[in-house]
């Protein structure tokens, strides 16, 4: 299984500013995906990351509101940018496990966010 | 568009007693996930579903296929503390091999000592 690392672990923000989260993972991987988990709720897919190409993101999500970056294959960025309360969620990065676990989704301890 | 229910929302049990949550789909999937997320963690793989009708288990957590491939179970005997969380369902999003998820809204189990 993959270790991935991301930070901040939680961040407290004020309103109409913008967070950047880090995702690190300890080996290369073609895709990464993003997730957000809303409190008490499930986990909706932002966005998948794909190296040297644009994000494609899923329906609800816009690259304004979400702008990802993936400069390398063992690495992404999720920045949700002028926040309101509603962006109070936890983020999660992952990626899919090697080729006999495919499918299997491999998660980051997840960044929680309060937006005051 | 494309559902994965799950239920019960909650669960309450006293240690000891059995807990079963189950997840539907509104398509045929190509194969069904489980996940636990601790309180304050995050979700953590459990296990993989491909074949209709399939059944696995890992110690006290049995997990089943339905044959149709649209519907999935998870039973827990006899129930411990260390049980406590939300178990997820999880099933491919749209009909390509994406990698990307659906989750079910989760079933959160809370057991007394």
């Known amino acids: 299984s993959a270790v991935i690392s991301q930070k901040p672990s939680r961040d407290i923000c004020q309103r109409g500013t913008s967070l950047t989260i880090q995702c690190q993972v300890d080996s290369q991987v073609t895709m990464m995906f993003w997730y957000r988990q809303q409190p008490g709720q499930s986990l909706t897919l932002i966005a998948t990351a794909n190296q040297g190409s644009e994000a494609t993101y899923e329906s609800g999500f816009v690259i304004d509101k979400f702008p990802i970056s993936r400069p390398n294959l063992t690495f992404s960025t999720l920045t949700v940018s002028n926040m309101s309360p509603e962006d109070s969620s936890i983020y999660l990065c992952?990626?899919?496990?090697?080729?006999?676990?495919?499918?299997?989704?491999?998660f980051g301890a997840g960044t929680r966010l309060s937006v005051l | 568009g494309q559902q994965v229910m799950q239920i019960p929302q909650y669960q309450h049990v006293q240690e000891g007693e059995d807990f079963t949550t189950y997840c539907n789909s509104s398509?045929?999937?190509?194969?069904i996930q489980w996940y636990k997320q601790r309180p304050g963690g995050h979700p953590v793989f459990l296990i993989q579903l491909v074949k209709s009708g399939e059944v696995k288990k890992q110690k006290r957590l049995t997990f089943q296929f339905g044959e149709a491939k649209k519907n999935s179970s998870l039973h827990i005997t006899a129930t411990q503390t260390t049980d406590v969380g939300t178990y997820f369902c999880a099933g491919p999003l749209g009909s390509s091999n994406t990698g990307k998820l659906i989750f079910g809204q989760g079933t959160t189990l809370q057991v007394k000592p």
């Open positions: 992952s990626v899919e496990g090697d080729r006999a676990s495919e499918n299997i989704q491999y």
């Open positions: 398509t045929t999937l190509s194969n």
